[in-house]
């Protein structure tokens, strides 16, 4: 029945997509899995970029060192165990039995291999701020690699299930421009073609260490139209479309073919306040910018409900979650009564966005600060533009702004650190108090001590708001209806965790 079914819906797609131009010719068979994009991958090397529709594609065709299962845990994967020296020493256990694409085995060497080329500032990373407190990898044995760290790392592990493993020799041959192009891996599928700006192939891989996928094929599709990608999804031209926001999501509730799929992921909207500059260097008028913001209203009436209010810059996906914690509660008529005791009302104030921010979002939080008699108005820029002002120093950046954080490592170090401690560059507030801790908590193995510390942290937060958290923000796939498949939290897309349905 499934076969027919999918012939059938194939020959339907050909019909009802030939006449748009953003249409890609359907699935022909249900060994293949077609999955759309919103873009094309900017890199398959692993080492050079870590955007969403690269990491799609890319995390199949390599395997990390480890790895998270899907209740997010951290795993083992080409490690299979691992044991602490000392606080800056970790060795590592390899597998014995992994092999390239091309035959070749996987060594302990290719493994230190890949750490060094990632912390190689020459290298140039844009991953290398998730692992510049590696100092070196080295191949201390057969099936042996030690990693030397700056110092305790507690967050060593969390960072490196991003880490994907390259073979040295393949690296060296090809040159970084050549692996790219045509990368090998280890991982449960192979490197198989590139159409640029249309799609990337892979083939299962039947020699692969571990689960095996059930598609002896796949292909990632680039299909940049929202509305394009759910035409192809239910009419059979596609298996899995990314990207979708709750009003599209809703067009799939009813749908014989497809259906939605959600999940809560680490990433958190919110507010940005400079305390450095007025009227938010008075702690009433900050105050009176988080009881404004109506969380439910924003989650329910423009979200969907598929996303979560949120109390800290944090979610229980997060090592270092403050359970119970309450931030201000929504209340308009104290939010006035602030902002006037603070002689603000009518100051004028520029809330700094960018395009690739939901401005139905920014719209309705401006719009409900300026409620309390602060007089708002949006300063939209280019994402350059925003990202250069938002990391300037700290009386140059934007008076208030709206921003999504995700550090993809499922630990608060990653969010906190950089928003708050006053060498980061994304910080505004120099506060001797909270550098201390959050440098005490980064620097210790104790998980006690951390969590006290970053309760701490997160109490300030919501005390003296720097910031405001808003939501945590779902995630949204569109699946055909036989589609078997749980998204996770850290946004990873595993082919071979996905089957149909019997």
């Not at 800056?88 to 039995?97: A, P, Q």
């Not at 992994?98 to 912390?119: C, E, Q, W, Y």
């Not at 450095?276 to 105050?287: H, Q, S």
């Amino acid at each position: 029945m499934l076969t027919v079914s999918r012939s059938i819906r194939s020959t339907l797609a050909g019909l009802l997509l030939a006449c748009s131009p953003l249409a890609l010719a359907p699935a022909l068979a249900k060994d293949l899995l077609v999955v759309d994009l919103v873009n094309e991958p900017s890199s398959l090397d692993p080492h050079k970029q870590w955007n969403p529709d690269s990491y799609y594609v890319y995390r199949n065709i390599f395997d990390n060192l480890v790895t998270r299962d899907d209740a997010g845990a951290i795993a083992p994967q080409i490690a299979t165990e691992w044991k602490y020296n000392s606080d800056s020493e970790v060795v590592f256990t390899i597998r014995s039995d992994v092999k390239f694409h091309d035959g070749t085995p996987l060594t302990a060497k290719d493994v230190a291999f890949s750490v060094n080329r990632i912390i190689d500032k020459t290298f140039a990373s844009p991953q290398l701020g998730q692992f510049n407190k590696i100092l070196s990898a080295t191949a201390t044995g057969e099936h042996e690699v030690t990693l030397k760290t700056d110092g305790a790392y507690p967050v060593l592990l969390a960072q490196l299930v991003k880490l994907s493993i390259v073979p040295q020799h393949a690296v060296e041959a090809k040159g970084n421009d050549g692996f790219n192009a045509a990368p090998v891996g280890s991982g449960p599928y192979k490197f198989t073609e590139w159409q640029r700006g249309v799609s990337v192939k892979l083939a299962r891989n039947d020699d692969y260490w571990g689960e095996k996928g059930v598609f002896p094929t796949a292909e990632f599709r680039a299909v940049p139209d929202a509305a394009t990608r759910i035409a192809n999804l239910q009419a059979g031209a596609s298996d899995l479309v990314v990207g979708l926001d709750a009003d599209l999501a809703a067009q799939l509730k009813s749908s014989a073919a497809a259906k939605p799929l959600s999940v809560l992921t680490e990433r958190i909207g919110y507010v940005k306040l400079n305390p450095n500059l007025p009227p938010f260097n008075d702690k009433r008028v900050r105050e009176a910018v988080a009881r404004s913001i109506d969380k439910d209203a924003i989650v329910n009436g423009l979200l969907g409900g598929v996303d979560k209010p949120v109390d800290q810059m944090a979610t229980s996906a997060h090592f270092g979650y403050v359970d119970g914690l309450k931030g201000y509660p929504y209340d308009p008529a104290e939010a006035k009564r602030l902002v006037k005791a603070a002689g603000a009302d009518g100051k004028p104030i520029v809330f700094a966005t960018a395009p690739t921010f939901d401005q139905r979002i920014v719209q309705a939080v401006a719009q409900m600060i300026s409620d309390t008699g602060l007089a708002v108005n949006i300063e939209m820029t280019d994402m350059a533009t925003y990202l250069k002002k938002a990391q300037s120093a700290p009386a140059s950046q934007p008076l208030i702004s709206f921003g999504r954080w995700s550090c993809a490592c499922q630990d608060v170090d990653g969010v906190l650190f950089s928003l708050l401690h006053s060498s980061s560059s994304w910080a505004s507030v120099s506060d001797h108090k909270i550098d201390q801790l959050l440098e005490n908590a980064r620097n210790t193995l104790d998980e006690k001590v951390r969590l006290a510390d970053y309760k701490t942290v997160s109490t300030y937060v919501a005390e003296e708001v720097p910031l405001v958290p808003i939501y945590q923000a779902a995630i949204i796939y569109g699946a055909a209806k036989n589609l078997e498949w749980q998204p996770t939290a850290n946004e990873s897309l595993f082919l071979n965790r996905i089957k149909w349905a019997d």
